[in-house]
């Protein structure tokens, strides 16, 4: 069970993941909208065109798994099939879906070690889940077993999260040089609404499925409104914020945790001792 701590980590987390979901649907469909602008403006072909799409369509679409990870662990109540390991299993996230550009690599790099960061932290909030449900029934050997598996994934997630943070600057660099990144957008210029998949082109679309995304959740219709100053900065600052908002999460899971442990050992020692605390 979060500490309180964490808790408030955890919603100014899911704020930050919700804001990136937003700007991610909003870089896509504003950039998509004026190809044919950029077209004239800076000679874009496809092969310009076709990367920051793909990166936010694909952002969209994780942004989301991650704001149900978060919503999970922020619940997080106990169940009953402890006894059993929590298993780490990564949303696969295929490379052959990413082309030799610079931002398609770096976008490859970090949906992967993202899919990693969230497989961790679903296993950890599976593992927290049973522990408290032994402690429900006593189990003392079953909730001590799955504490220590919390701990372990813990102390994974806060490594992998930390370099996913390098990963994120390194991304939001190649979306602020990217030749579309300084395009001001009015919203009412594009003249496109509805679901947000269909703005995309259909080569997109086909590579975002080959990626291992779901692309019928991008069906969701877009809102934006007013002018949009470089959406694809604005996705770069999104996509900073939100992780370093995971970090400070499991920053501060992590020394709740390690309070509650010393807590509980001192706790043991004085029974063991039968005498007053020193």
Request: glycine share 8%; charged share 25%; proline share 5%.
């Amino acid at each position: 069970m979060l500490g309180p701590g964490a808790k408030t980590a955890a919603r100014d987390e899911r704020d930050a993941w919700k804001r990136l979901q937003i700007d991610a649907t909003a870089a896509g469909a504003l950039t998509s909208g004026v190809v044919g602008i950029a077209a004239v403006a800076i000679g874009a072909a496809a092969a310009v065109t076709a990367p920051p799409l793909l990166v936010a369509g694909a952002m969209a679409w994780w942004a989301q798994r991650k704001l149900v990870t978060i919503e999970r662990k922020i619940e997080d109540p106990p169940r009953l099939d402890f006894g059993k390991p929590s298993v780490v299993a990564p949303h696969p996230v295929h490379r052959e879906a990413f082309g030799s550009d610079p931002l398609e690599q770096v976008a490859f790099q970090f949906l992967r070690d993202l899919s990693s960061a969230i497989a961790l932290e679903e296993a950890m909030i599976v593992a927290d889940e049973r522990r408290q449900g032994a402690q429900l029934l006593r189990r003392s050997d079953e909730a001590a077993a799955h504490a220590a598996e919390v701990t372990g994934l813990m102390e994974s997630l806060w490594v992998r999260t930390e370099a996913l943070r390098g990963i994120a600057r390194e991304l939001g660099r190649h979306l602020r040089r990217h030749p579309l990144s300084k395009l001001e957008v009015a919203w009412a210029d594009v003249e496109r609404n509805g679901p947000f998949v269909d703005m995309l082109p259909a080569d997109v679309q086909a590579r975002l499925f080959r990626a291992g995304i779901d692309v019928e959740w991008l069906s969701r219709d877009v809102e934006v409104s007013g002018v949009t100053r470089e959406p694809l900065g604005r996705l770069a600052a999104a996509t900073n914020a939100a992780v370093q908002k995971s970090l400070d999460f499991a920053g501060t899971a992590r020394a709740e945790m390690r309070g509650a442990e010393h807590e509980l050992d001192d706790n043991e020692d004085y029974a063991d001792g039968g005498g007053e605390r020193g």
